[in-house]
């Protein structure tokens, strides 16, 4: 019984991990309380929204604190273009907000960029 207890507190113990995020953008610079309005009133009337919450992601990975891949930015935007049709239009990215995520494993670590953000189109 002894044997089976050491062997799960092994176990939980190669599971545990951390992470750790932080967020560039619309609230980046603005407090504790600070939100993301998702809001076009800004925009006027000249703007129809296409898209809202669009996604782009890219992740890396970390061995020892050796880094084999790392996340690119370029790469997660190139995803959100990707996931939305805005060829052919007069189309922007409004509202976008950059997250930078670490989860951290014993001997590994996935770092992820994630960028999200609404898609706009000008009428006139």
């Known amino acids: 019984m002894k044997k089976y ?53 890219s992740k890396g990975f970390r061995f020892l604190g050796i880094e084999f891949s790392s996340p690119s930015v370029i790469e997660a935007s190139r995803q959100l273009r990707n996931n939305v049709d805005m060829v052919g239009k007069s189309a922007v990215l409004y509202n976008t907000v950059e997250e930078y995520n670490d989860k951290f494993f014993l001997l590994f670590s996935i770092p992820t960029i994630t960028i999200i953000s609404d898609v706009v189109e000008y009428t006139d």
């Open 5 to 57: 207890g050491i062997m799960m507190a092994m176990v939980m113990f190669l599971m545990a991990g951390c992470s750790s995020n932080s967020v560039r953008g619309a609230s980046a610079g603005m407090g504790e309380n600070s939100h993301i309005s998702h809001s076009t009133e800004s925009l006027g009337n000249n703007f129809k929204v296409i898209a809202s919450g669009v996604v782009g992601e």
